[in-house]
């Protein structure tokens, strides 16, 4: 009896690890054919500027858009994901400094980059929230690479990226924003400019900055990676609805909501939304009580 239980259960633990061989192999060569993908595009024309004023609010931008988050405070570069199961990911370094960007990447490759999410060779950046800098205004973008390209060098040098497995499996269910290139409308141009004032279309194109965290529709839902808390319900539905102005206001520029939660800037990054304007804040609170 014993030897029969044994027999059956060694049985269903070969079909188990078969079975699972079979299916990871499928998902790594499914993600590897996307990461590997080459995309033609031909990027939208842009002109720099180098008016100082928009300088200093491209550098504004750089904080506001969450680009430091990621590629770090100078702009050089840092890891900001290193999990063997999930991936390695470096926000690369954006400067002219060894480890950085090519002595001749032009403005087109940063629009590639930004509008595309799509690297020089054609293949599509890993993890880097294109999809929401695809919205962005021309004058917006051109404020962003104007400062970004006049950059002091900075020397750092990283490993290669690495998807681990378990990065793989949450791409192929979609459950890991890993390549933005695919969820972009490569065709659509950009608007000229947005008019900054407190008015609900200029609190919904804020809005592409939240959304690929708390969703289209600002309702949030699962975490964008295993390891990080539920996004939360920031239309007029979840707390937000709740508060005053000042309070939504204070939240966004301290980390800390009327109901005395913590939010931890590499959670919820309100470290970009600290550098918004009173403009920018109160019109994204119109929107979001408008949802
Ligand atoms: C969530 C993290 C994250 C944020 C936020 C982010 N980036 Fe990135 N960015 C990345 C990663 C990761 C890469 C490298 C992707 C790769 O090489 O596959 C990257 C690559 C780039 C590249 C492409 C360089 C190349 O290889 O051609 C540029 C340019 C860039 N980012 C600019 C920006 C700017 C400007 C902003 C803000 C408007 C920004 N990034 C915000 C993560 C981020
Ligand atoms: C990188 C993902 C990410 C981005 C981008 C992001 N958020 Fe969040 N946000 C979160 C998460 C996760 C929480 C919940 C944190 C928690 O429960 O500790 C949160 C919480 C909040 C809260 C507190 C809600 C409550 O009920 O306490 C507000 C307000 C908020 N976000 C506003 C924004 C706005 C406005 C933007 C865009 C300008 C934005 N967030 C962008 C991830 C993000």
């Given at each position: 009896?014993?030897?029969?239980?044994?027999?059956?259960?060694?049985?269903?633990?070969?079909?188990?690890?078969?079975?699972?061989?079979?299916?990871?192999?499928?998902?790594?060569?499914?993600?590897?054919?996307?990461?590997?993908?080459?995309?033609?595009?031909?990027?939208?024309?842009?002109?720099?500027?180098?008016?100082?004023?928009?300088?200093?609010?491209?550098?504004?931008?750089?904080?506001?858009?969450?680009?430091?988050?990621?590629?770090?405070?100078?702009?050089?570069?840092?890891?900001?994901?290193?999990?063997?199961?999930?991936a390695f990911?470096?926000?690369?370094?954006?400067?002219?400094?060894?480890?950085?960007?090519?002595?001749?990447?032009?403005?087109?490759?940063?629009?590639?980059?930004?509008?595309?999410?799509?690297?020089?060779?054609?293949?599509?950046?890993?993890?880097?929230?294109?999809?929401?800098?695809?919205?962005?205004?021309?004058?917006?973008?051109?404020?962003?690479?104007?400062?970004?390209?006049?950059?002091?060098?900075?020397?750092?040098?990283?490993?290669?990226?690495?998807?681990?497995?378990?990065?793989?499996?949450?791409?192929?269910?979609?459950?890991?924003?890993?390549?933005?290139?695919?969820?972009?409308?490569?065709?659509?141009?950009?608007?000229?400019?947005?008019?900054?004032?407190?008015?609900?279309?200029?609190?919904?194109?804020?809005?592409?900055a939240c959304?690929?965290?708390?969703?289209?529709?600002?309702?949030?839902?699962?975490?964008?990676?295993?390891?990080?808390?539920?996004?939360?319900?920031?239309?007029?539905?979840?707390?937000?609805?709740?508060?005053?102005?000042?309070?939504?206001?204070?939240?966004?520029?301290?980390?800390?909501?009327?109901?005395?939660k913590i939010?931890?800037?590499?959670?919820?990054?309100?470290?970009?939304?600290?550098?918004?304007?009173?403009?920018?804040?109160?019109?994204?609170?119109?929107?979001?009580?408008?949802?």
């Open positions: 009896m014993i030897k029969k239980i044994l027999i059956v259960l060694g049985a269903l633990l070969a079909v188990l690890i078969i079975g699972g061989g079979i299916f990871y192999t499928n998902i790594y060569h499914s993600t590897e054919a996307r990461i590997q993908k080459k995309y033609v595009v031909v990027p939208q024309e842009l002109t720099l500027t180098s008016d100082s004023a928009e300088l200093a609010y491209g550098d504004r931008l750089l904080t506001a858009k969450g680009c430091r988050d990621c590629h770090g405070m100078d702009l050089g570069g840092q890891v900001f994901i290193d999990d063997p199961a999930l990911l470096v926000g690369r370094n954006l400067t002219k400094g060894k480890g950085g960007l090519p002595q001749d990447y032009a403005v087109s490759d940063w629009v590639l980059a930004l509008k595309h999410g799509i690297r020089r060779d054609g293949k599509p950046l890993l993890f880097m929230p294109s999809h929401e800098y695809a919205l962005l205004s021309a004058q917006d973008m051109s404020a962003i690479i104007s400062y970004a390209s006049s950059l002091p060098p900075v020397d750092r040098t990283f490993p290669e990226q690495k998807v681990g497995p378990m990065g793989r499996v949450l791409t192929a269910f979609d459950k890991l924003p890993l390549l933005p290139a695919e969820m972009i409308d490569h065709t659509r141009s950009l608007v000229k400019e947005v008019k900054a004032e407190v008015s609900v279309a200029f609190g919904q194109y804020l809005s592409s959304q690929g965290c708390h969703r289209a529709n600002m309702k949030g839902g699962d975490p964008v990676a295993p390891g990080f808390p539920n996004v939360a319900d920031i239309s007029a539905t979840g707390n937000v609805g709740r508060w005053t102005e000042e309070q939504f206001i204070n939240t966004l520029r301290t980390g800390k909501t009327p109901e005395g939010l931890k800037p590499n959670e919820m990054p309100w470290n970009m939304t600290a550098a918004y304007t009173d403009t920018e804040l109160k019109a994204l609170f119109v929107y979001l009580n408008s949802i």
